[in-house]
């Protein structure tokens, strides 16, 4: 009875089943299985869709930036929030570390949630993460609040001005969550999982399902459980693999002319592997699933710039977001020139010839105006600015000087061109 009553309020506040069963422990039956985020985290296609995901969110740069005239920004590196997203978010966690978290939870349970702590006057020290499980949205009026439960048992309140809310695509009847993958598609990883665990069953029970045994003049009842007893000492398992049968009575070991292929199963896997591939907008060649795609090449490499930005980009999106409107919130109709946003320059690094292009085109090459200085260009490879008094003007053709800028001519060459 005391169990019902604490939990009440977690039932009329969640409005949402299957968050209420994951709490108490249960999860969706497909397949045969029971499907929860920890359990799809076990298999290898889930797994990998979701630390993919996760991790390059974590790799891809994020930081503070400012809104100039003009529509450009600056980044500030030196801004108190920088931390929490490139140093620590708080004590035991770090800022990509964060990041990772938060992505994990929007791929697995659609909704990722932290608490902006803040001291008595106001300053924010720290951003902390909360498993989703722990964390109850639910409507007071037409406020929005969050229950959260601590590891001790303490459960604390906060409105939404003080909860970072990261959402997945959609969002639940009631508008206090977004869409579970998990629980939106537990039956293409539901298959997975039975499949999995059918060919491990296989390998653990030594013998194969269609093995059978007949015996010419019969056995007793007493006689048919000892020789099952004998088969699970004997043949059961993989150390016992390769151990003899004595078979006596007349006893003939037969096998059905059912193999794994005639199963489907190794067909099974693969499709498993492609429906959860598709699940989570991952091409199938990033998790290993290397069947139906072309050779390494330009197939590949489209695919990859695809996946960061068709599969990639709207999570980065919400994440950035959620931090900007929770870290520089809008006073009256003014919005703040502080917003938060990843760098995705860094997706040229991997294609030289691409970022060389680039930064040949930047710097004014073919004699057009550019846009960039050495030292712009240095910063962007990683190397240290240029002492030459040169390095930070950026070149343009006669008649074409930027604005407030010095005109650059390139150096009449001498002697033959080689």
């Not at 889930?46 to 529509?71: D, H, K, Q, S």
């Not at 490879?381 to 343009?396: R, V």
Request: glycine share 10%; proline share 5%.
């Amino acid at each position: 009875m005391n169990a019902a009553v604490d939990s009440g309020f977690i039932i009329q506040g969640g409005g949402d089943d299957a968050a209420i069963m994951e709490f108490f422990g249960g999860g969706q039956r497909a397949a045969g299985m029971t499907v929860t985020p920890e359990t799809a985290m076990r298999l290898s296609a889930v797994w990998r869709c979701v630390t993919l995901i996760a991790g390059a969110m974590m790799c891809n740069p994020i930081g503070i930036y400012e809104r100039l005239p003009g529509g450009s920004k600056k980044r500030l590196d030196d801004h108190e929030f920088t931390r929490f997203l490139t140093d620590e978010a708080n004590d035991d966690t770090s800022g990509p570390e964060f990041i990772e978290l938060q992505a994990m939870a929007m791929m697995l349970r659609g909704n990722g949630y932290a608490v902006i702590r803040q001291a008595r006057n106001g300053v924010i020290h720290d951003l902390d993460y909360y498993h989703p499980a722990r964390v109850t949205p639910y409507y007071s009026g037409k406020t929005k609040w969050y229950r959260i439960i601590n590891l001790d048992g303490e459960v604390e309140y906060f409105d939404s001005s003080q909860i970072l809310h990261f959402k997945g695509p959609g969002q639940t009847y009631d508008g206090l969550r977004a869409l579970s993958t998990v629980e939106h598609h537990a039956q293409s990883i539901g298959v997975g999982l039975a499949t999995r665990d059918y060919t491990a069953g296989q390998f653990e029970r030594g013998l194969l399902t269609n093995d059978y045994f007949t015996f010419n003049g019969g056995i007793s009842s007493d006689q048919r459980k000892d020789f099952k007893d004998y088969l699970r000492k004997r043949a059961s398992g993989i150390s016992n693999a390769h151990n003899p049968l004595l078979l006596e009575n007349g006893a003939k070991w037969d096998r059905v002319t059912v193999t794994a292929k005639d199963a489907q199963l190794l067909e099974l896997l693969a499709y498993s592997a492609v429906d959860v591939a598709r699940v989570f907008g991952v091409p199938p060649h990033m998790i290993g699933e290397t069947a139906g795609a072309s050779n390494w090449g330009t197939g590949i490499e489209q695919q990859n710039l695809g996946f960061d930005r068709y599969s990639v980009a709207p999570h980065k999106i919400r994440v950035a977001k959620e931090l900007s409107r929770k870290l520089f919130p809008i006073v009256g109709a003014k919005r703040s020139k502080l917003f938060v946003s990843f760098d995705d320059e860094h997706l040229m690094g991997a294609d030289s010839k691409a970022i060389s292009e680039y930064l040949r085109a930047a710097l004014g090459g073919n004699q057009l105006p550019g846009w960039m200085s050495e030292n712009d260009a240095r910063r962007k490879t990683g190397l240290p600015p240029s002492d030459d008094p040169n390095a930070d003007k950026i070149y343009s053709p006669m008649g074409h000087a930027p604005p407030g800028e010095p005109l650059v001519q390139p150096e009449k060459e001498t002697g033959n061109a080689s």
